[in-house]
């Protein structure tokens, strides 16, 4: 049982345009949602936060949004560069204290 | 800053073999996991431990076992490999509860 899905397993992007990656959730009782970057044969790095007391958090070209009711974030990058060519992870928080991951969206951002 | 490292960073086991990944942090972090990663699967938890000599199961514990024996180290065992088996696998460290996770570059495990 996919508690955190990512429907989208690859994006493709034209550079300067914006990048969409959602994620969907099953439980209400998430509270701390976050976002990694996976570069090919690299360990994932953390990239963006958001705790459920809030629906936006944005640094730089990145900003997560969180609709609680709909149990839906999203990142956007805007703008998209190459260099943001990778696998990106949303994860959520359970009650038992362990990060769980969704599948994954690959993106691609074209020159 | 070496942060967290893996070791072997690939390994090809026969059916039934057993191994021992070793994952080392130099940021004195108190919780460290160990996730394998499979295509269409995300990451999943296989293990954590909160602290020097505690263990604990997580999504996927089925199949391995760990060891804390030291804060710094954290080892995850295969006692006799399936195919099943074969994966990626992460370790990661962090405070405790910060989502924040420091991971390795990854061990990239084939068994035949």
């Known amino acids: 049982d996919q508690q955190v899905k990512q429907n989208s397993p690859s994006l493709s992007v034209q550079e300067g345009r914006i990048s969409i990656l959602n994620c969907d959730y099953t439980?209400?009782?998430?509270?701390?949602f976050l976002w990694y970057k996976k570069y090919p044969a690299e360990g994932p790095t953390f990239l963006i936060s958001i705790s459920s007391i809030k629906d936006k958090n944005e640094d730089g070209r990145f900003t997560v949004f969180l609709n609680k009711s709909a149990k839906h974030l999203s990142l956007h990058i805007v703008p998209s560069q190459p260099g943001d060519s990778a696998v990106y992870f949303c994860a959520a928080y359970n009650q038992g204290g362990k990060l769980i991951f969704g599948q994954g969206t690959e993106l691609s951002v074209k020159p | 800053n070496a942060g967290v490292t893996q070791t072997p960073k690939f390994r090809v086991l026969k059916t039934g073999q057993s191994m021992t990944l070793l994952c080392a942090q130099d940021m004195n972090h108190e919780y460290m996991y160990w996730y394998r990663q499979d295509p269409g699967m995300g990451l999943r938890l296989i293990h954590y431990s909160v602290g020097e000599g505690t263990t604990a199961k997580g999504e996927v514990p089925d199949g391995y076992n760990v060891s804390r024996l030291k804060k710094q180290n954290f080892l995850l065992g295969l006692e006799s490999a399936a195919p099943s088996q074969t994966s990626v696998y992460f370790c990661?460290?962090?405070?405790?509860?910060?989502?924040?996770?420091?991971f390795g570059e990854g061990s990239r495990l084939t068994v035949l």
């Open positions: 990661a460290s962090d405070q405790g509860y910060t989502g924040e996770l420091f």
């Open positions: 439980n209400s009782m998430f509270d701390y």
